[in-house]
Each structure stands twice: as C-alpha cells, then as structure tokens.
C-alpha cells in the first residue's frame, strides 16, 4: 500500500458505496440546497495520528456516512445500516484491503448516520542524518 492519505481513504468508502448502492448517488461534498435521497454524504468526523516508536505511527480515520433515504422511512434507513455493517467491514484501498472497525449508528433529524473507524500503522523511513565529519586540533605543550 501507497501513503495514506484522508481523500484517500474517503475515495475508497465512496467506491464501495457506490458498487453495493447502485441507486444511491454518492456524495464527498456538501450540496448546496441539500441533499435528495436516496444518496450518501461521506464525511470525516475526525482523524488521529500519533507517534508509537520510532519511525512507526498509529493513524485513525472516523468517518460518519450519512445516509438520506428517498421516502425518509425510518425501514428504509434500518435496511441500509444493516447493509452497511457488512459493506464497510472491508473497503480497498490503493489495491489492499481495509478492516472497518468501532462500527456504530444512529438516526436522527431523518438521518441515518453510520460511523466507522480506520485504523493504520505508518512507517516513515529514517532520516539519513549526515555522518560526522572529522576534526583536527593543533597545539603545543607548554614546558
């Protein structure tokens, strides 16, 4: 796998979404006039990254996937959380496969939201610290 970038991971849940909802548009923007269902919004809640050893760091990403049901049926927005749980189990990303975890939702305001955690390690490869250089000193004793 590449870097791990945010759009990265972003563009990876909207492809999913958009292969195991046909009929739903997908959206990685805010629409202005809001949105028509049935669609996604795919939104990062918040993100983490913290140093672990060394050059080795712990990247999670938490997205809230927001989901507009065409009839705004409480059923229809229960249909795609089930749904969702096994769609976002695993999402591709730059040719690997990544685990969704913490998965949780909610509706509220006529909107199911989906949360879902990912989580990486990074390695950064260590710097090349320039080698020391070497020092002459002169001098005389004194008698």
């Known amino acids: 796998m590449g870097v791990v970038t945010l759009n990265g991971v972003q563009d990876g849940i909207a492809a999913a979404l958009r292969m195991h909802f046909p009929d739903a548009e ?3 923007e805010t629409v202005e ?3 028509q269902g049935p669609c996604f919004f795919v939104k990062l809640q918040n993100a983490a990254h913290a140093q672990e050893l060394n050059s080795r760091y712990r990247r999670t990403h938490t997205f809230d996937l927001q989901y ?3 009839d705004k049926s409480n059923r229809a927005m229960l249909d795609a959380a089930d749904r969702l749980y096994d769609v976002m189990e ?3 990303l730059d ?3 990544c685990r969704g975890t913490g998965m949780r939702h909610e509706i509220a305001d006529e909107v199911l939201h989906f949360y879902v955690d990912y989580r ?3 390695y950064r490869p260590a ?3 320039p080698v020391m250089g070497t020092w002459e000193r002169e001098g005389k004793l004194k008698p």
């Open 26 to 28: 997908v959206y990685t």
């Open 33 to 35: 006039g809001g949105f």
């Open 68 to 70: 507009y049901a065409a």
């Open 90 to 92: 695993t999402v591709v």
């Open 95 to 97: 040719g690997t496969a």
């Open 120 to 122: 990486f390690l990074l």
């Open 127 to 129: 710097a090349d610290d």
